[in-house]
């Protein structure tokens, strides 16, 4: 059965099914930051983590690293045949504890979980570094400057920018507008199809 996993500052995915999108709502005072995951773009926003698969699907193992009070709320995953399931939530701290969780048994109060989840100091205020690496654009898809731009890009905390990697010359890419119709087209007929 296909599952997430967290505990000692990783998030972990443990599946048996191609994982082409992942959607986990969290809740807490967290630092959240990415592993460097080929062909994986992830976003967030609001307590929520989107990811998609450019390149086969999200393997099996860590792929998102915190510290502080973090608890995942919901998980939702896409697989290879576009199917979406809620999976399993499954922590553990220091081996001391293993707690697997059916979503629909979960106490109406929340609060009242055991606080396993903790790793490290909590920080006064959530902060969330995700950023994917080392993408590239053949296409007239980016501006920079009035021109378009083909080469080296990456996602920094959503934001596309110049660079395979961030660095303190990259810059910031705009959408070409055409472009950018069609995708939130796809992203308004994913949110009502889900």
């Known amino acids: 059965m296909d599952r997430i996993e967290y505990g000692d500052g ?12 992942i959607d986990i709502r ?13 062909g994986f773009i992830m976003s ?18 860590p792929f998102l690293k915190y510290s502080g009070d973090l608890r995942i709320m ?21 081996n001391f504890e293993h707690v697997n969780i059916e979503w629909q048994s979960i106490s109406d109060k929340w609060e009242d979980l055991n606080k396993g989840n903790i790793f490290g100091e909590i920080p006064k205020q959530t902060s969330v570094n995700i950023i994917t690496k080392n993408l590239h654009v053949t296409t007239d898809k980016f501006i920079l400057n009035n021109n378009y731009y083909k080469g080296a890009f990456h996602l920094n905390n959503g934001k596309t920018m110049t660079g395979a990697e961030p660095d303190k010359n990259s810059k910031h890419l705009n959408i070409k507008r055409k472009d950018a119709s069609n995708v939130y087209q796809k992203l308004k007929y994913i949110k009502e199809k889900y």
């Open 10 to 21: 990783n998030i972990s995915l443990n599946a048996k099914s191609t994982i082409m999108g």
């Open 26 to 38: 969290v809740s807490g005072r967290y630092v959240l930051e990415s592993y460097d995951i080929p």
């Open 74 to 94: 919901n998980c939702d995953i896409i697989d290879d045949k576009l199917a979406k399931t809620t999976i399993k939530l499954d922590y553990e701290n220091n």
């Open 44 to 61: 967030y926003k609001n307590n929520r983590i989107i990811g998609i698969s450019t390149d086969g699907g999200l393997k099996n193992g």
